[in-house]
């Protein structure tokens, strides 16, 4: 049964004629070398019935996140925007102000890096990305944690030293899916979601699974291990358009989490397909 008022908590768009995405390189990511924009996901977005979206950043470039406000602030599907700003800068909460303040600046419900790519696993913990973490918290806004499995661990100590920030993990803190692996990655989002500061994101599965041949049943242990540790009300779901179309349409894609959550309450369902996204980003009641 669809759920009402169904958020998705977790996309992107990009313009390649306004700069580069270089990450996206090689044969294999092909098919997503070209530009998306609401147009292209406002479509299947609607017919799935998602009344509400959260953009989130690509690059760590400044530019980018006011782009983002103003497409928002034109769209009437876009509820919200995870941005980027230099956490490292000593003026971050003047940035931040900023971009609150910048056309569309109301929209802004957090903020993200590109930790997945630091080569220092505790890059979180460094003093300086601290201080732009509280300004962050400061600012009311979220923290999305994009971050691989190994870097779990320096994520649940910077959980511990600022509670007064909500760290909201992306894509369950890409678990191993290919290779089949779940531990250590079980045992570490288990302690993170002991801290009641941090909500989890049920989004990123079938590109971490092998592309080809990934099906629900092999999925269905890492959406469990996140359901138990997080339970439904600090539980998102997020399609990670379009990137997740390397692997399955986005029909598929929340299909996919449908059957993942099929033993749910009614309640559980609504948290997890739009009301923890609504609450965590404080986005406006459908």
């Not at 009402?4 to 990450?23: G, I």
């Not at 769209?75 to 900023?98: F, H, I, N, Q, Y």
């Not at 910077?158 to 890409?174: M, N, Q, R, S």
Request: overall charge negative; proline content about 8%.
């Amino acid at each position: 049964m669809p759920q009402p008022n169904l958020v998705d908590a977790h996309h992107h768009f990009w313009d390649l004629s306004v700069r580069d995405q270089e990450w996206i390189t090689g044969p294999a990511m092909a098919p997503i070398r070209r530009d998306f924009g609401v147009g292209d996901l406002e479509p299947e977005a609607r017919a799935a019935g998602v009344t509400a979206t959260v953009l989130v950043q690509t690059i760590s470039v400044p530019e980018e996140t006011p782009e983002f406000l103003a497409v928002a602030r034109g769209s009437d599907l876009v509820a919200g925007v995870v941005g980027w700003t230099d956490l490292t800068d000593p003026a971050v909460a003047d940035r931040l102000a900023e971009l609150k303040e910048a056309p569309g600046g109301e929209l802004l419900v957090g903020i993200r890096h590109q930790i997945q790519g630091e080569p220092d696993p505790e890059w979180i913990l460094r003093p300086e990305v601290r201080r732009g973490l509280a300004a962050v918290a400061a600012a009311g806004l979220a923290y999305d944690l994009v971050v691989q499995a190994h870097q779990l661990p320096a994520a649940i100590r910077a959980a511990e030293l600022l509670p007064g920030l909500t760290l909201v993990l992306d894509h369950l803190g890409k678990p191993r899916v290919a290779a089949g692996a779940v531990e250590p990655w079980a045992r570490d989002v288990a302690r993170l979601a002991e801290r009641p500061n941090t909500v989890c994101k049920l989004s990123g599965l079938v590109t971490e699974a092998d592309w080809d041949t990934w099906t629900v049943a092999g999925l269905r242990p890492y959406a469990d291990t996140v359901l138990d540790a997080f339970g439904p009300a600090r539980l998102m779901f997020g399609s990670d358009w379009p990137v997740c179309t390397l692997a399955a349409p986005y029909a598929r894609v929340l299909e996919a989490a449908r059957e993942m959550t099929g033993s749910l309450t009614e309640d559980e369902r609504a948290d997890v397909f739009g009301g923890t996204a609504r609450r965590v980003y404080g986005l406006p009641p459908a």
